[in-house]
């Protein structure tokens, strides 16, 4: 996902009421949190390489309960939210594919170990993300329910190690489905049909309501939207307040009035130098907030309406099955997305130049 798609997600997340997204292979660099209207974004990659590439996506009312982060690397990110009466860890997780070498594998096991011993015990945790594992349908006891699909293979029974060393389930295999709630992941052709997204979470934890895939959601992935639904309360956490920004573009003839007559009244010849280098500030942001107006601040927006309608077309045409028309609509929002990029950075440029 690039960023162009961003505005896609948001809106997406927003129409089937997802309020913690876990994203798997971007395009962005680096890594960091930056906020995008009612949205909060973290992410994690490797510097020069733009391989493994996952982020955790918040909506406003869930970022207040956020009290920490850890960008453990390209593989892994974890959130911690402040709730009642345990807190929540959610960590997002990108596997290792089914190609990779041994060592990459047990290496990427490890690191996820490692973030689990930072994670208090007493936390309800989730680990949500792409693991390309198949646990198949066969019950294992404690960890994956009958409702599986397909047949287990490697990377699937080291998953299932996993979760019986640190006590987790598999909540996407407990509640029966149609099997077309149960695919994660389609072959281009058609043919294969594989679960290889999980959500696990702590077996203590026993207010899960349902978990399965969401067909029609539409970011332009191969991947279907898989959602658990759970009850928990968040508190929110103590926030900074943000700077006021006012509009010094227009500034009123009152305000030089205003700042004039209580300059008059200072006593600049006998006065005390710290008092004076005190009181000159104080009366200058006295009359700003007194006279000047707040700055409304509108964001451009990165997507034009053209390509967020082709956008909802796309999702409906795939809802459908109709796949040739998908593809053509897919090919047509890539290239209005790239010239609105385009036209984005061309605006931000200008902006810059200005001031």
Same mark, same amino acid.
């Given at each position: 996902?690039?960023?162009? !798609?961003?505005?896609?997600?948001?809106?997406?997340? %927003?129409?089937?009421?997802?309020?913690?997204?876990?994203?798997?292979?971007?395009?962005?660099?680096?890594?960091?949190?930056?906020n995008?209207?009612?949205?909060?974004?973290?992410? +994690?990659?490797?510097?020069?390489? $733009?391989?493994?590439?996952?982020?955790?996506?918040?909506?406003? #009312?869930?970022?207040?309960?956020?009290?920490? +982060?850890?960008? !453990?690397?390209?593989?892994?990110? *974890?959130?911690? @939210?402040?709730?009642?009466?345990?807190?929540?860890?959610?960590?997002?997780?990108?596997?290792? /594919?089914?190609?990779?070498?041994?060592?990459?594998?047990?290496?990427?096991?490890?690191?996820?170990?490692?973030?689990?011993?930072?994670t208090?015990?007493?936390?309800?945790? @989730?680990?949500?993300?792409?693991?390309? %594992?198949?646990?198949?349908?066969?019950?294992?006891?404690?960890?994956?329910?009958k409702?599986g699909?397909?047949?287990?293979?490697?990377?699937?029974?080291?998953?299932?190690? @996993?979760?019986?060393?640190? /006590?987790?389930?598999? &909540?996407?295999?407990? @509640?029966?489905?149609?099997?077309?709630?149960? +695919?994660?992941?389609? *072959?281009?052709?058609?043919?294969?049909?594989?679960?290889?997204?999980?959500?696990?979470c702590?077996?203590?934890?026993?207010?899960?309501?349902?978990?399965?895939? $969401?067909?029609? &959601?539409? +970011?332009? *992935?191969?991947?279907?939207l898989?959602?658990?639904?759970?009850?928990?309360?968040?508190? !929110?956490?103590?926030?900074?307040? #943000?700077?006021?920004?006012?509009?010094?573009?227009?500034?009123?003839?009152?305000?030089t009035? =205003?700042?004039?007559?209580?300059? !008059?009244?200072?006593?600049?010849?006998?006065?005390?130098?710290e008092?004076?280098?005190?009181?000159?500030?104080?009366?200058?942001? =006295?009359a700003?907030?007194?006279?000047? %107006?707040?700055?409304?601040?509108?964001? &451009?927006?990165?997507?034009? =309406?053209?390509?967020?309608?082709?956008?909802?077309? #796309?999702?409906?045409?795939?809802?459908?099955?109709?796949?040739?028309?998908? /593809?053509?609509?897919?090919?047509?929002?890539? $290239?209005?997305? $790239?010239?609105?990029?385009?036209?984005?950075?061309?605006?931000?440029?200008?902006?810059?130049?200005?001031?």
């Amino acid at each position: 996902m690039n960023q162009g !798609k961003l505005e896609v997600v948001k809106q997406e997340m %927003a129409r089937v009421n997802v309020d913690i997204l876990g994203i798997s292979e971007l395009k962005w660099t680096g890594m960091g949190e930056f906020n995008s209207d009612d949205h909060y974004i973290y992410y +994690c990659e490797q510097e020069s390489l $733009r391989r493994n590439r996952i982020a955790i996506m918040v909506n406003k #009312r869930v970022r207040n309960s956020v009290f920490g +982060c850890n960008l !453990k690397n390209d593989r892994m990110i *974890s959130i911690r @939210f402040q709730g009642k009466p345990f807190n929540i860890t959610v960590i997002e997780v990108y596997a290792p /594919t089914s190609n990779a070498e041994e060592v990459e594998v047990e290496g990427f096991y490890e690191d996820l170990q490692d973030l689990l011993e930072l994670t208090p015990k007493n936390d309800v945790l @989730f680990i949500i993300g792409d693991w390309n %594992a198949k646990v198949g349908s066969q019950e294992t006891p404690g960890v994956t329910g009958k409702f599986g699909l397909g047949v287990q293979n490697k990377a699937g029974q080291r998953l299932i190690e @996993f979760c019986q060393e640190n /006590t987790l389930v598999i &909540a996407n295999t407990l @509640f029966q489905q149609h099997k077309r709630r149960l +695919c994660i992941w389609t *072959s281009p052709d058609g043919q294969h049909r594989n679960q290889i997204d999980y959500i696990l979470c702590s077996q203590r934890w026993s207010s899960m309501q349902s978990a399965k895939t $969401r067909l029609g &959601a539409d +970011c332009g *992935s191969d991947h279907e939207l898989l959602i658990a639904k759970f009850r928990l309360k968040l508190k !929110k956490v103590g926030k900074t307040t #943000r700077p006021f920004r006012y509009d010094l573009n227009q500034i009123p003839y009152d305000y030089t009035v =205003e700042v004039t007559n209580r300059f !008059k009244g200072l006593d600049l010849i006998d006065g005390v130098t710290e008092e004076l280098w005190t009181e000159i500030p104080d009366i200058v942001q =006295e009359a700003v907030i007194k006279i000047i %107006a707040m700055k409304k601040c509108k964001k &451009a927006k990165r997507l034009s =309406e053209e390509a967020l309608q082709i956008a909802v077309k #796309r999702r409906e045409v795939k809802s459908k099955g109709k796949k040739e028309r998908y /593809t053509h609509l897919n090919a047509e929002f890539q $290239r209005i997305a $790239r010239r609105d990029k385009k036209a984005f950075l061309s605006d931000q440029r200008v902006i810059h130049i200005s001031i």
